[in-house]
């Protein structure tokens, strides 16, 4: 039995209606005209497509321990695909140069994708360019970042693949965050908590990443904002810089300006948990 089947019980099941049933069954009866008219002409593309096994990785903790976790147990895996917002953390960028070195060694592809638009996506902009163009900042209630600049990159890229199966890197103790049916979860499936994808990169000698995340990201804690402030103060003032150039006032990163926001850091008095916003737990954008 392949290892994806045995993952079956990690995939989320939901019961099909009969309009969808019916839906299926019609794309599939037109998938199988079109081969036969392929058949018929002879042409190349009509030979039957292998699934291909694909992880979609965010460069942090739990997707670095699911691609070691898949290799260990020989798991069907033919790519590995990143898509860069161009605002990732340096650390980030850092743990992608080691993983494509791993990924090379072992035989596995690792293809980055980026937001594009125009004629043939020839724009890429970053996040962090798109946003200052247009006067706003990511937003936690509509998430149109994580869709343009994570999602619909790797959606792009997939359809030109044929029929592939997605290895998300959510851990059991996450298991809430798995709310897509045709996706793989096997660190839920194997009961591998956030703490078990540590002691897996231990294991193979590699360092722990950071939390992956553009440093933009609107679900940061004031925690991260501090550590950002403290570690990549360039970075920090390039936010606050976005923040200030929102043609919406009202709009902030956090629950207050960051400008008023790093008045405090490295001073208790500023009682920093006070301001903290829960992570996000959506699983909207797979890292």
């Known amino acids: 039995m392949r290892y994806a089947e045995n993952l079956s019980t990690c995939k989320v099941k939901t019961p099909d209606s009969p309009k969808s049933m019916e839906r299926r069954s019609r794309k599939d009866r037109n998938k199988s005209d079109l081969c036969k008219t392929r058949q018929r002409y002879k042409n190349p593309l009509c030979v039957e497509e292998k699934i291909k096994y694909v992880l979609s990785y965010g460069g942090g903790v739990n997707s670095t321990a699911l691609l070691f976790h898949l290799v260990n147990n020989k798991a069907p895996l033919d790519l590995v695909i990143f898509s860069d917002t161009g605002n990732e953390l340096p ?22 994708v980026h937001f594009g638009y125009g004629l043939f996506d020839i724009v890429k902009p970053s996040l962090y360019a798109y946003c200052y163009a247009r006067k706003l900042i990511p937003s936690r209630m509509f998430r149109w970042c994580s869709y343009k600049f994570k999602i619909r990159p790797i959606k792009k890229y997939l359809k030109t693949l044929g029929e592939t199966i997605q290895y998300i890197g959510f851990a059991s103790d996450e298991s809430k965050r798995a709310k897509y049916k045709d996706n793989l979860y096997p660190l839920i499936a194997k009961n591998i908590t956030r703490k078990g994808c540590i002691d897996i990169i231990k294991d193979e000698g590699f360092n722990i990443p950071v939390k992956s995340g553009c440093f933009i990201c609107p679900y940061q804690t004031v925690k991260s904002w501090r550590d950002l402030y403290l570690n990549h103060k360039d970075l920090f003032d390039k ?13 902030v990163f956090a629950l207050k300006p960051l400008r008023e926001l790093k008045s405090g850091f490295g001073y208790n008095s500023n009682k920093i948990d006070d301001y903290i916003i829960p992570p996000c737990e959506s699983g909207y954008c797979f890292t």
């Open 91 to 112: 650390e980030t960028y850092e743990t992608i140069k080691e993983i494509k070195v791993y990924c090379k060694n072992k035989d596995i592809d690792f293809v980055t």
């Open 239 to 251: 936010a606050e810089f976005l923040e200030n150039n929102c043609s919406n006032k009202k709009v």
